[in-house]
């Protein structure tokens, strides 16, 4: 009987390990990582060879997790020498290590500079290439070309690829620093400005005392159908910025739409047409009066409420229509700016008070880091000019659509 006992006491207790060590292997399994290399450990290849690299496979609990896996290597394929592709998940890590030979198959030769380096905004002109197989037939007329857009100064990159007729293939890579412009040709950037939108179902009793500065929400929509119908860009503020600093290209048809003062006709009558239309525009807004509700009130991802000052939109002043901004020590500007742009919660773009400015006043802009200035100076943005005093094209009431394509168009598509 005992012994029966002790039999049946090992077979549980057997039992109980089995199912431990089970448990063991499944939470394991459950929570360690298992890295493997995709394809070859040690690889060789041509100078230059077009090369994709085949990765590596990471599961966790049966779970493909192969998106966590950190990738790190110094592989130059235009550099002969042995390089190292690490893969890294968790504590885990695989190697690749490539061997790049000192010569071409097929060869691939560039022309001219190697950097290159153009101005943004000029003709460029691809110096050329030659490339030839191994028995050297000419393969140069099979050269693919991935040329970039070269619409931004700064670093990129120019990729030549060639196949021979036995698969294998060569790429080839021309650094290209492209120099900020500002002396190339372009028809300018229309900055529009307008102020207050009625409904002529509905119109104010103030219509015909604003100097002009009314236009009717029909009005609108239809210039904003066609805007959008022209396939017309809406670049953002450090858009603008980069342009009249001559560091972007934008293209030809492209505007900046701004509403003044942030008066209620325009974020109750203005805004529903711009969300009708889907075309964003930029509220300058005088926070003294109500903003912080009104900018809270009037929320849109078609309206960004840029600064038109706190409190300095009134007389005090001796230049220009008297606004007090002219006037102002720098301590008391810089502070009206600070809480304005705290109220709209943007700090890119301001719009001087009456179109009244001075030199100071343009620094105290530049001390609080906006990113553009606008005046109400007519003419079209361009390359080359101060981004704090930006010209604009103003709008007026009773324009017809021919009247602002006129305005606002390329000197080749104005009026069509």
Wanted: aromatic share 8%.
């Amino acid at each position: 009987m005992k012994t029966r006992r002790r039999t049946k006491v090992v077979v549980i207790c057997l039992a109980l390990l089995v199912v431990l060590a089970a448990a063991g292997i499944f939470v394991y399994y459950q929570t360690q990582y298992f890295l493997v290399l995709n394809g070859d450990k040690e690889v060789e290849l041509n100078l230059c060879q077009t090369y994709e690299d085949q990765g590596a496979s990471a599961k966790k609990g049966g779970k493909d997790v192969s998106g966590q896996i950190e990738t790190k290597s110094d592989l130059n394929l235009e550099k002969p020498g042995t390089y190292t592709i690490t893969y890294t998940l968790g504590n885990l890590d695989v190697e690749r290590h490539i061997t790049v030979k000192d010569k071409m198959n097929p060869v691939l030769e560039l022309k001219g500079k190697n950097p290159l380096e153009v101005k943004l905004g000029e003709d460029f002109k691809d110096p050329g290439y030659s490339a030839e197989d191994s028995k050297g037939n000419d393969l140069t007329k099979k050269v693919k070309v991935d040329m970039p857009d070269i619409r931004k100064s700064g670093k990129t990159q120019i990729t030549y690829t060639v196949a021979d007729g036995n698969g294998k293939s060569t790429t080839v890579t021309r650094q290209v620093k492209v120099q900020p412009n500002t002396q190339y040709q372009t028809p300018g950037l229309p900055i529009c400005m307008y102020h207050y939108v009625y409904d002529r179902n509905d119109p104010p009793d103030d219509l015909n005392h604003r100097f002009g500065n009314y236009i009717e929400a029909h009005d609108l929509e239809e210039e904003l159908n066609w805007l959008k119908s022209e396939d017309y860009y809406f670049p953002t503020w450090q858009e603008v910025r980069d342009y009249t600093d001559g560091k972007l290209l934008l293209p030809e048809k492209s505007i900046v739409l701004c509403f003044d003062d942030g008066a209620k006709s325009f974020l109750k009558v203005g805004i529903p047409v711009l969300e009708k239309c889907q075309v964003p525009a930029t509220c300058f807004m005088i926070t003294s009066e109500d903003g912080e509700k009104k900018v809270k009130k009037y929320q849109s991802k078609y309206v960004s409420y840029q600064s038109h000052s706190d409190n300095m939109h009134r007389p005090g002043g001796n230049i220009g229509h008297g606004g007090i901004f002219t006037a102002m020590p720098k301590e008391d500007a810089l502070e009206d700016l600070k809480k304005s742009i705290e109220i709209c919660g943007n700090g890119e773009a301001f719009a001087y008070p009456y179109g009244d400015y001075t030199q100071q006043c343009r620094d105290i802009l530049e001390e609080a880091g906006f990113l553009c200035a606008v005046t109400t100076e007519g003419g079209k943005a361009k390359p080359g000019m101060d981004p704090l005093l930006l010209p604009r094209v103003r709008m007026s009431m009773g324009q017809s659509l021919q009247r602002f394509q006129n305005m606002v168009a390329p000197p080749e598509t104005s009026g069509q």
